[in-house]
């Protein structure tokens, strides 16, 4: 609560001192000028009150009309500095720039950091198209809106996103400001008759499937930095791509405990404010990037995070532009007109999992963990191998084939250790075309098979290289996926 008292500062030279409103909050005080004077006649002995008759009157009058506006409205969050400048300014003098900064930080606090950053930006073409760093509620007329939204008429998002963040902001001034029932309204709503443009359809960013294949295929640059750039990003666009395009703040905040028994378990952090489910999920790590997975692991036994991610980024922000400019390196080896980023990848498996895999939309939505079917996943205990299924599909599209093929062999189920009788069908495939195979038994694990298919291949390929490989148990009708590089002899 705010406290005033009538107070004077220092003696002018004429030997008069000007009469101040002192105003205190929170333990800091700021003064308001009047345009009363008094002498030494009109203060007490210690000069800390004011004994003018008339001017102790009037500045009393003015006291109990500032806290009478006060008691209106909760200023217990406020600033010694916003008391002042409402006291000053009136209803009109209301600070929406200082209102909209004091709420993106409560969005920081609340951990929306990732969304704050879109309303600092809205913040900032608003300011921008005002011309100045500073606007207040009054100037948020239905024609200056207007005329900011029309400015914006060439982007394609922001001319929808920018007007809804503001409007939110203004929605909250509004709740703790206006007081319907007392009948006070000190901040209008323009809102009501603004039509605020629909964004632009995106372009879709799905890879080709033959581009992925080229851009797996690619033997990143030698360095002698650990996980250099071009190795960071398509690792992680692997790892992205085989989990269900899961994003890289997912990972880049993962924590130890959030891996175990070959499943990665966590909660979607774009969206797991604003879901009663928290945007769960569970996906198990498919045993073909099962090493590049585990080479990020954090060999840090006291760190809680699982990757060692940040040990060398400190922000999930810097850790997403390393990967983005790892896989732009990679894209201009394989086209120098071959763009993408990590959010590609995301895309490109919802496309195939969809064009390639013959899954339902609400199949794909479910992998990516949207929020579709919010009630079911409150009231329900979720399977989510339907998801690993479908993924495998997908991996399966990928990397072992090269055509275009609507119902894949189910890979779900576990492979087993193998038995010496099981007849065993392996299949080597570089960029999708299969280069050797073959079929045997008397196999009791998969590095059997592995080291036997490329032990044939090691005069034919140059080196180095990627091979995808397939392991099918044929007398128990499974399979599993795997990569190895062949290494250059040194």
């Known amino acids: 609560m705010a406290f005033f008292k009538a107070t004077v500062l220092r003696q002018r030279k004429d030997g008069m001192y000007v009469v101040y409103i002192r105003v205190t909050q929170n333990r800091k005080s700021k003064y308001i000028r009047t ?33 009478n506006t006060l008691n209106r409205i909760d200023t217990q969050d406020w600033t010694v500095y916003e008391i002042v400048d409402y006291l000053q300014k009136g209803k009109d003098g209301i600070s929406f720039s200082l209102y909209a900064r004091k709420h993106i930080e409560k969005m920081i606090a609340r951990g929306q950091e990732r969304t704050s950053r879109d309303y600092k930006w809205a913040l900032y073409s608003l300011e921008k198209f005002a011309g100045g760093d500073e606007i207040m509620f009054s100037q948020l007329t239905y024609s200056f809106l207007s005329r900011w939204i029309d400015s914006l008429s060439q982007t394609a998002r922001s001319k929808n996103k920018y007007p809804i963040n503001i409007r939110q902001i203004h929605k909250a001034a509004m709740l703790e400001y206006n007081d319907e029932e007392r009948g006070i309204q000190l901040i209008t709503n323009p809102w009501p008759k603004i039509a605020i443009p629909k964004e632009d359809t995106p372009n879709k960013r799905a890879i080709s499937p033959n581009m992925l294949r080229k851009f797996f295929d690619v033997v990143p640059d030698f360095s002698r930095f650990t996980h250099p750039l071009q190795e960071l990003g398509q690792d992680v666009a692997l790892i992205s791509f085989c989990m269900c395009g899961i994003n890289s703040v997912d990972l880049f905040f993962a924590k130890k405990d959030q891996y175990h028994d070959g499943i990665f378990h966590y909660n979607r952090r774009k969206t797991s404010k604003s879901r009663s489910d928290n945007a769960y999920f569970e996906i198990r790590v498919p045993q073909f990037i099962k090493s590049t997975f585990e080479k990020y692991l ?35 080896k394989v086209s120098p007109d071959f763009h993408a980023s990590l959010y590609s990848f995301r895309h490109s498996w919802a496309t195939i999992a969809q064009n390639g895999c013959g899954a ?10 949207h929020s579709t079917y919010k009630m079911a996943r409150v009231y329900t205990k979720i399977d989510y191998s339907p ?13 072992f084939s090269n055509e275009d093929i609507d119902n894949r062999e189910d890979s779900g189920k576990s492979f087993e250790r193998m038995s010496k009788y099981n007849l065993i069908r392996g299949e080597a495939f570089i960029r999708g075309e299969c280069v050797s195979i073959i079929e045997d038994s008397g196999f009791t694990n998969v590095e059997q098979v592995i080291t036997r298919l490329l032990s044939s291949l090691y005069d034919v390929i140059p080196r180095p290289f990627k091979v995808q490989i397939k392991i099918t148990n044929l007398d128990k009708r499974i399979f599993q996926l795997y990569q190895r590089m062949l290494q250059q002899e040194i």
């Open 35 to 67: 345009s009363w004077v008094v002498g030494d006649d009109g203060l007490s002995r210690d000069k800390l009150d004011i004994i003018n008759p008339f001017v102790a009157e009037q500045t009393t009058k003015i006291i109990s009309r500032y806290y």
């Open 298 to 332: 954090s060999k840090d036994m006291k760190s809680p995070w699982l990757f060692d991610f940040q040990d060398r980024l400190s922000t999930s922000d810097s850790f997403n532009a390393n990967v983005n400019a790892g896989i732009s390196q990679i894209c201009k």
């Open 360 to 369: 339902s939309l609400g199949d794909v939505d479910f992998a990516l963990n």
């Open 387 to 399: 998801a690993w299924e479908l993924n495998e599909k997908v991996i399966d599209y990928i990397f």
